[in-house]
């Protein structure tokens, strides 16, 4: 398969349309792109590779086990991440560990507690889904969401999240297109979809 056909094994939860989609606080600009653009962005399980590692940063292994990590006083853009655990065979990874991690919308860390922290376990389906916000830039980087996948007896992949459309984008020097999310806009709320490929020994 090309890189940019659809994956075979599994199906999007959103489909390819034109947005108009306008998130200040990161530095994302997405008005008038097409959402296709970014879905062919993301690795398919299907005789491609694992995906792509990158740095780590600053993680608590401690983090909290949960599936939103929102909070009152937090200010943001709310954002759906969601996707699917799947090996280089497209079959599911059920029980795999995923840490995630982030900047708030002033692109502050919580480096002393668990604030835009936490770690949660794919279901039998290899899914997983965070509610969160869309994390702001500083120097140096673009928008993006830290993130270890560790399945069972394996190897752990540290990798991060990237948004198609941000202006620091090109600035970058860690940017991958390849772990560009699929974003788009569900019912005024920001979904953004990715799929972690892993080759198992």
Request: a positive charge; charged letters at 20%.
């Amino acid at each position: 398969m090309r890189r940019g056909e659809p994956g075979r094994c599994f199906n999007a939860t959103v489909t390819a349309a034109r947005a108009r989609l306008v998130v200040f606080a990161a530095g994302l600009v997405l008005a008038g792109a097409t959402i296709a653009t970014a879905q062919a962005s993301t690795p398919h399980c299907d005789g491609f590779p694992q995906t792509p590692g990158q740095i780590g940063g600053v993680h608590f292994r401690a983090s909290p086990l949960r599936h939103d990590v929102v909070y009152p006083a937090l200010v943001g853009t709310r954002l759906t991440l969601e996707g699917l655990v799947v090996t280089t065979g497209c079959k599911p990874v059920p029980k795999a560990r995923i840490d995630f991690w982030q900047a708030d919308a002033q692109g502050h860390y919580d480096d002393t507690g668990f604030r835009l922290r936490s770690h949660q376990f794919t279901d039998a389906q290899g899914r997983y889904r965070l509610e969160t916000i869309v994390p702001g830039p500083y120097p140096g980087r673009t928008p993006h969401v830290h993130v270890k996948v560790h399945a069972p007896g394996q190897p752990t992949l540290t990798t991060e999240l990237y948004f198609p459309g941000a202006s620091y984008n090109s600035r970058d020097p860690y940017f991958d297109r390849r772990l560009l999310v699929r974003l788009s806009e569900v019912k005024k709320r920001f979904v953004a979809r990715f799929d972690f490929v892993l080759r198992l020994r």
